[in-house]
C-alpha cells in the first residue's frame, strides 16, 4: 500500500507540524500552500491520502474537495478551525472521508490518518477478492467492479456509498442502526459519527427512489434503516 500524503493548507505552522509527526510515522509527505497548488500537486504525485485545510483564501477546501473527487476517490480528511454542523455535512456530501477540528493533537491526527488508510485497504482488497453482485428490479449491485446500475444505466457513486447499500439490499427487511451500519460498513475503527450513515442515505435515496415498486430504502424513526421488499 502506497504511504504517499498531500496535505493541502495555508498555514506554514499547520503543514509543518503535520509533516513532521507524520514523517516520523514513515508516511511520504508532500505539502501544498494554496487550493490551486494542492490540485495541481494531488493530479502529479497521485497521494494514497489528503489532509485538506478548508479555510484557505482563493480556491478554498470545498472547491478542492469537489475537483479531487471529480478524478479519484483517495481518501480526504478535512481539517476545519470550525466545528459546526454545516461543515461536517457539506464536507460529506462532497465525498470528504474524516474530519479534524482545530486545534488537534498530532496523536489525534496520526490515528485518524492510520485509520482512513486501514478501511482504504480493506476496501481494495475487497475490491479485488469480492465477486458479488445483487440484482434487483431496476437496480443492479457489483461489489467486484464497484458499479451501481440503475434500469441498466451506470451511475457514478462513491465506494461508500456502493458499500452501505449492497449490505442493505444483501439483508432485506432487517432494520439496521446507524451504529450497526457505521460498524458493519465503515468498521469499527471509524472515528466519526452517526449523522454520517444519514448523509450517506439521504444521498442514495435522491438516486434511487421512485425507480422500482417492488422495493424501498426506508427510515425506522429513531432506529435506523432498511432495505424493504413489498409484496
Not at 87 to 93: C, P, R, T
Not at 107 to 117: D, F, G, N, S
Not at 209 to 214: A, C, Q
Request: net charge negative; hydrophobic share 40%.
Amino acid at each position: 500500500m502506497s504511504n504517499k500524503i498531500l496535505i493541502i493548507d495555508d498555514d506554514p505552522n499547520v503543514y509543518e507540524l503535520l509533516k513532521l509527526y507524520l514523517s516520523k510515522e514513515n508516511y511520504e509527505v508532500i505539502t501544498a500552500q494554496s487550493g490551486q497548488e494542492g490540485v495541481a500537486m494531488f493530479k502529479f504525485h497521485e497521494p494514497y491520502l489528503v489532509l485538506l485545510d478548508i479555510m484557505m483564501p482563493g480556491k478554498d477546501g470545498w472547491a478542492v474537495c469537489r475537483e479531487i473527487r471529480e478524478i479519484s476517490s483517495a481518501p480526504i480528511i478535512m481539517i476545519t478551525a470550525k466545528s459546526e454542523e454545516f461543515d461536517k455535512v457539506l464536507g460529506l456530501e462532497l465525498g470528504a472521508d474524516d474530519f479534524i477540528v482545530k486545534p488537534f493533537s498530532t496523536k489525534e491526527v496520526c490515528a485518524r490518518v492510520k485509520a482512513v488508510l486501514r478501511r482504504t485497504e480493506k476496501e481494495t482488497i475487497k475490491d479485488e477478492t469480492d465477486s458479488e453482485c445483487v440484482k434487483l428490479d431496476n437496480l443492479e449491485i457489483s461489489m467486484r467492479k464497484y458499479e451501481l446500475r440503475i434500469n441498466n444505466k451506470a451511475v457514478d457513486s462513491p465506494p461508500k456509498e456502493i458499500e452501505l447499500l449492497f449490505f442493505l439490499v444483501s439483508n432485506p427487511n432487517r432494520v439496521f442502526t446507524r451504529e450497526q451500519l457505521l460498524d458493519k460498513v465503515w468498521g469499527f475503527d471509524y472515528l466519526g459519527d452517526s449523522r454520517t450513515v444519514d448523509v450517506h442515505v439521504k444521498r442514495i435515496r435522491d438516486k434511487i427512489d421512485g425507480i422500482s415498486e417492488k422495493w424501498r430504502l426506508k427510515t425506522i424513526w429513531s432506529v435506523g434503516y432498511k432495505f424493504e421488499l413489498l409484496p
